[in-house]
């Protein structure tokens, strides 16, 4: 490590962040430097967005010759971009059309909006309650807050979006009870990213596909942090068997530039008119070329069994750990390029101990609920970066 500081003390950014940030300068491949040029192997991926890691010429071209082009046109028209990168992802599942936007919560907010006409205009007023579940995490904006039951998160802003109910993650016996037809949608993660990596057992998911059918409320997979190939899948949700009829994405969707999609089916898009929601900058031409061409690369098969490889890779490497540090380590959690070992630490440490630890020791790395050490890396690493992240681990936990 060098012993210039890295660092930057008391910035002006608002105090709902660290008082002290890493100032980070560049990036290749899977690796990242900071400002007193500190390398790092990446485990984050920029929390599970650098999907193809950085220092790409070939995204930095795209955008580069469409800024030439055409940077904004509003969605008062559209682009070729736009319009391809569209046709695409609504082919990906039973999709009818896609709204883009710019973040998660963004995605969220529209599929919530769209859950709300949908019920209105099919089953009437008063049918607009919405069901989400506890340690999920869905964004920060009123409506995605709302759905997202982290007394922390949401306390300071309260009042929030009225009739949100909440049931536990899996909990089959409690949905079947909460559920009835005065819901408009149910959200969900397949995995929880933020929340433990819980993933959703094929009996709740079942239950789920089965209420959400009989009452006509809409299903939403958020599959922000899941989607396209983190886990080995395009989606997440086919494999946990749900069917969902919203899926909202967002992190890798453009390689790292802010670009969401609110996928919703033909029911919903029959139903709702000019006018009921709309953006100025989602779909821009310059995210869009950019996300076309991550698309194309990430849905190859090869390269989804390829993140599948990698993710047993990973699977084995914290197996090794679990065996090295009994007393130190739980559960292996998630799936693919998405996973976690829970962590039990002595007295006065945490999570946080071992991540910052691991950065000094030149490993960039997660964590996920209470006591999850989370594992995202881009998704383009190496068997040899894996094992080389886990030794570091592996290094660190035996510091503990
Ligand atoms: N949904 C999930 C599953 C997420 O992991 C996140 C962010 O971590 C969000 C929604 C919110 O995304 P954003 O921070 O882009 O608004």
Known sequence: MSTIDPFVHNPPFPKNYASDFLVMEKGKGCYLWDKSGNKYLDFGSGIAVNALGYGRSD?????????????????????????????????????????????????????MKYARVYSLRTKGP???????????????????????????????????????????YNDVEGLSKILDDSFAAVMLEPI???????????????????????????????EIQTGIGRTGEIFAYGALGLKPDIVTLSKPLAGGLPLSATLIPKKVNDIIHVGDHGTTFGGGPVTSAVGLHVWKIITDPVFLA???????????????????????????????????????????????????????????????????LRIAPPLVISKNEIAKGVEIIGKVLGTM
């Not at 997202?148 to 979006?161: D, M, N, R, S």
């Not at 929880?192 to 997979?221: R, W």
């Not at 799936?335 to 006065?348: D, S, T």
């Open 306 to 372: 390829g993140v599948r490889e990698k993710g047993l890779a990973l699977r084995q490497g914290l197996e090794g750990l679990q065996k090295q540090f009994p007393n130190l380590t739980g559960e292996i959690r998630g799936k693919g390029l998405l996973q976690g070992i829970q962590l039990v630490l002595p007295e006065g440490k945490d999570v946080s101990t071992v991540v910052n630890a691991c950065r000094e020791a030149g490993l960039i790395i997660l964590r996920s609920g209470t006591n999850l």
């Open 126 to 168: 008063g049918k607009h309650k919405f069901l989400s579940f506890r340690n999920a995490f869905h964004g920060r904006t009123f409506g995605a807050l709302s759905l997202t039951p982290t007394p922390k998160y949401q306390a300071p802003y309260e009042p929030l979006v009225p009739d949100v109910y909440y049931c536990d």
């Open 192 to 222: 929880q990213g933020e929340g433990g990596l819980n993933s959703v057992t094929l009996e709740f998911a079942q239950k789920l596909n089965e209420l959400c059918a009989k009452f006509n409320i809409l299903m939403i997979a958020d």
């Open 59 to 111: 995204l930095a071209k795209i955008a580069e010759k469409q800024m030439k082009k055409l940077i904004h046109i509003s969605n008062l028209f559209t682009t070729q971009p736009a319009l391809e990168f569209a046709q695409a992802l609504v082919a990906s599942g039973p999709f009818a059309a896609v709204h883009f936007g710019n973040s998660g919560t963004e995605a969220n907010e529209g599929a």
